[in-house]
């Protein structure tokens, strides 16, 4: 049987409706958009140190709600993940590869409230000057607070958008 027609191919993948996201919280559920009609789905998702942490065949032909039943993820980690369908016995090969980022679990995250107690109603500006001993190879800034916050790193600004709740 010839499957060059027939052969599905995966165009894009996405997981929780967006693709690449950061800072997620929630377990990860997966689709995907693909040409023909297929008759599985294998999902096989990687650690940064190249731990499998889950590598499945689903019998399914949706293309959505794939939730994510591999080993628990950790605060921060980033996981690698493909999907690939089958035509029926036949495997059609594997996505580009896409990534998603845990956030930091609220149970495992502690914080102090910083505060100015000389608020008069103007928008506060807290400061926090440190240095580094090595080269940075990437970092994440959490913010979580009460109203709008613009970040700047080195005197530039972290993102293009305004109002930033």
Not at 102 to 107: E, F, L, P, S, V
Not at 122 to 132: D, R
Not at 137 to 154: E, M, Q, S, T
């Amino acid at each position: 049987m010839d499957l060059t027609n027939l052969t599905p191919k995966i165009k894009k993948v996405y997981c929780l409706n967006r693709e690449n996201p950061l800072g997620i919280t929630q377990i990860p559920e997966f689709s995907f958009e693909a040409e023909g009609d297929f008759t599985a789905v294998r999902l096989l998702c990687k650690s940064e140190t190249g731990e499998i942490v889950w590598d499945k065949v689903i019998q399914t032909t949706d293309c959505f709600g794939i939730v994510y039943q591999g080993r628990a993820l950790r605060d921060c980690e980033r996981i690698t993940y493909w999907i690939g369908c089958y035509y029926g016995e036949n495997f059609a090969g594997f996505s580009e590869p896409a990534f998603f980022e845990m956030g930091i679990n609220a149970q495992n995250f502690q914080a102090k409230w910083v505060f100015n107690p000389d608020f008069g109603g103007e928008s506060p500006v807290f400061l926090h000057a440190f240095g580094l001993k090595k080269k940075v190879k990437n970092a994440r800034l959490y913010i979580a607070g009460l109203g709008y916050f613009d970040a700047y790193v080195n005197g530039k600004s972290v993102d293009k958008q305004y109002f930033k709740p």
